[in-house]
């Protein structure tokens, strides 16, 4: 379990083989703020993608000391995307960051269907969040990709989390998939999702984790409301993951947890050959070095 980043900063720096970055259109100064000082705390090593004259220009005004001769020079954001992605195949990077590019480009590269790091699961969105009212790091999925996922998708996007958890270093975390009311009401397909989503991991169809639904907010964070409603799960009071039914709850749950409870983010898609970086590009320089983080601890 990992009460908060610091932990995790701090497990990703004992790592003596530091994870290579591959930052596509890196001309954009949150983001090389971030990457350097993740390089700085020796947690990451980058490799500049984007405009050349640009990134120098960030790299002088922010006072680094970085080898310009290594900078890997494109002539729009495109390529960038299309470089950062074939330095993952050819094995000179071991995951990407988002620079100063729309993120269509950049997954436009990233699910091309010869050159792309598709792997057959579909791409996820993960924002992992830390707070001052829970005991432990909170992931939230899917809240930036996936507009209304089917019972497949939603078990996918599950997975996905999952992975990135287990190598973070759990064991089995605990997922709780949310919905109004912890009954199987057919009128609410995210209460029969969810029920189907426990019970294929109680068949062994969904692994390595614990999965409890559909199940209700106060239940998941509040023991003594599953107490007086007579709702036994080993998840109450004590999930790590939360599966949302549509892209917008997770938007709204995660934003509103940041804004109201004080909460500070990573954030990662998932589902790709290896992490991606994509942080909004109204990110604060710690939500995108956090993202860095996050991706260099779960690089398998």
Do not use: W
Not at 237 to 255: Q, R
Request: net charge negative; hydrophobic share 45%.
């Amino acid at each position: 379990m990992l009460k908060n980043f610091q932990e995790l900063i701090d497990n990703v720096r004992k790592n003596e083989s530091k994870k290579r970055v591959a930052i596509a259109a890196a001309q954009d100064e949150h983001t090389l703020e971030a990457v350097f000082k993740a390089y700085s705390d020796q947690l990451v090593e980058p490799v500049l993608i984007g405009d050349r004259n640009k990134i120098i220009e960030i790299i002088n005004k922010l006072n680094i000391e970085f080898n310009i001769d290594d900078i890997v020079d494109a002539e729009n954001d495109l390529q960038s995307a299309e470089k950062a992605v074939e330095m993952i195949r050819e094995n000179k990077a071991d995951f990407i960051m988002k620079g100063k590019l729309q993120t269509a480009d950049l997954m436009k590269a990233v699910v091309h269907k010869e050159k792309g790091l598709r792997t057959g699961n579909v791409i996820s969105h993960l924002a992992i969040l830390e707070l001052p009212s829970y005991h432990k790091l909170l992931a939230i999925t899917d809240g930036g990709m996936m507009l209304y996922p089917t019972l497949d998708e939603k078990k996918q996007i599950l997975e996905n989390a999952v992975d990135i958890y287990r190598a973070m270093g759990y064991q089995c975390p605990k997922v709780a998939v949310l919905a109004a009311v912890e009954t199987v009401n057919p009128k609410m397909p995210e209460a029969v999702d969810g029920d189907a989503l426990k019970k294929m991991n109680q068949s062994g169809e969904i692994k390595d984790c614990i999965v409890e639904g559909p199940i209700s907010v106060d239940l998941t964070f509040n023991k003594e409301s599953a107490k007086v409603k007579g709702y036994d799960s080993p998840v109450t009071g004590d999930a790590d993951i939360l599966l949302v039914p549509n892209l917008a709850t997770g938007n709204i749950v995660s934003k509103a947890l940041l804004e109201l409870a004080n909460g500070i983010m990573a954030g990662l898609v998932v589902g790709a050959k290896v992490p991606i970086v994509l942080t909004s590009r109204g990110a604060r320089t710690e939500e995108k070095y956090l993202s860095l983080v996050l991706a260099a601890s779960s690089v398998k």
